[in-house]
């Protein structure tokens, strides 16, 4: 396979910030977006960001930008799909997804998720950790699948589009319809999927840097 191209995905709302663009707060000096651009782009052949609105906000970045295909926000499959779409038109046949609030998540993300779609007819593997029942809810095994990491093949689009037009926007019940995998990341130095969804976790972040 081909390297995967790489999608930030930073089209939520952001409620809980207050609204506005969570990956233009200031981390360290720098915008959040630069940091998990600094840590995606060595991993890919190429890199987009979906977002929706005004594209003109992130010309600094030099990236393109992507918005969702489905109106309404509906959620982080709608800025998969958005990527695999500029992935086929790439000729890529895969894309590796990442949120742009999350500014530590693994160096060595896409090689882990390479080697766990292995023998799978089209790449299609989420990141996880290991559950805490005390923090969040148990998924299947005992783990908490990320649903904005993974690895997702281009030649499924056509099917994610149907999916989303139909209604589902649940993440993992369309890679478990499609056979997807985790790839299981440890935790020994804290969480690396930890995202800034508030101030206080910008603050978090903030004393991590």
Not at 73 to 93: K, M, N, S, T
Request: with cysteine; hydrophobic share 45%.
């Amino acid at each position: 396979m081909k390297q995967p191209l790489g999608v930030i995905l930073a089209g939520g709302l952001a409620t809980r910030m207050g609204g506005g663009d969570k990956a233009l707060l200031p981390l360290g000096g720098r915008p959040l977006l630069a940091h998990v651009i600094d840590r995606l782009a060595p991993q890919v052949g190429g890199l987009a960001l979906n977002a929706n609105g005004d594209p003109a906000r992130f010309d600094d970045f030099g990236l393109p930008v992507l918005p969702d295909s489905i109106d309404g926000f509906p959620g982080p499959l709608a800025g998969v799909l958005a990527g695999l779409d500029w992935a086929a038109g790439q000729g890529a046949d895969a894309v590796v997804t990442v949120a742009a609030d999350t500014p530590f998540f693994p160096c060595d993300l896409v090689p882990r998720l390479l080697l766990a779609s292995e023998g799978q007819a089209h790449p299609l593997v989420l990141a996880a950790t290991r559950g805490d029942a005390q923090t969040k809810s148990k998924t299947r095994g005992g783990l908490i699948r990320h649903p904005t990491f993974g690895l997702w093949p281009v030649a499924l689009r056509d099917d994610l589009r149907a999916a989303l037009l139909d209604g589902l926007r649940k993440v993992v019940i369309w890679t478990d319809r499609h056979d997807g995998r985790e790839q299981v990341f440890p935790t020994d130095a804290g969480d690396p999927f930890f995202n800034v969804n508030t101030p206080q976790d910008l603050a978090e972040a903030e004393a991590m840097v």
